[in-house]
């Protein structure tokens, strides 16, 4: 059900910026401003690896027929006068537009070298969107909440040729998502410290909040005091063994829906020593929700 709530709330957010630009009650002003906050916002922020992001094309190139209506006709109509309860509406969409903005915009912090830690691509088999990352609550609502360690913690998903992480927006089974089994590779060099790979995969929808929350996963030491972290993985599936280096590019193991997930995905992070959460970097660019990676073998 919060798949369904997540693709109905980004598309109401869709059809709400369409038809401002076609409210004849307002100015033309005012149109795009309230237009290109609310734009700007759900581009960034809807949940478009649930509905696929080939929709957001569809619907930029709706928005921009609809803008440029809006002042053609804008030069020749007279903007309508407005009662205080419309300006005082407007006035609120407005401003809870720049709040909305300024909350993607600060959760999309690019940080400064070399607090940031570049690494690999964990995942290389097609096209991949984060479907929670970022430095606030706007786009990593779960993990900005959760231990020190995992505030910057990224889920990865696979997207199909429609751009959407599964077939249908809430699936009934775990094989209908592009990502589940997919091959999990070392983002970085280091050594093998810890793993867990005994955990069943937990039904969709229903996290497994009995055992370890992490499901299946393996911990990498690197840099001597960086500690990599990749979880929800399929039972059996994971090679090495604590105590065993591994190189950039070595298979740890399979993607799974294993540990308190409601739908499989990759969690990744990394924390320091003191186990504090450090931010990564992916083809150096910070990895935030809705940022789409592309890897062809």
Partial sequence: MLNYGLAIASMIGAILAVSVLLNR??????????TGILS????????WFL????????WLGILVLAGAYAIFHGRSQKSVHLTLI???GWNLLTILGLLFLMGLLLGRWYPPIPSAIQVEMPLRKGVYAI???GSNGATNPIHHGAVQSERLAIDWV????????ASGINPGNLDQHEIFRDTVFSPIDGIMIDRCDSVPNAKLGHPDTLNNPLGNFVRINFRDSLELVL??????SISPVPGDSVQIGDVLGLVGNSGEVSEPHLQMS?????????PILIEGVFPVLNRRFYYSP
């Fill in 231 to 236: 979880a929800h993985l399929q039972p059996a």
């Fill in 51 to 58: 509905v696929g992001f080939q929709l957001r094309s569809i």
């Fill in 158 to 165: 696979k997207l199909n040729g429609w751009g959407s992480r």
């Fill in 40 to 47: 700007w916002g759900i581009w960034m922020g809807a949940a």
């Fill in 86 to 88: 419309k300006k005082v």
């Fill in 25 to 34: 009650n307002l100015g033309l002003g005012r149109k795009l401003l309230a």
């Fill in 131 to 133: 479907s929670q990352g």
């Fill in 270 to 278: 990394i924390s320091n020593d003191r186990g504090w959460a450090v």
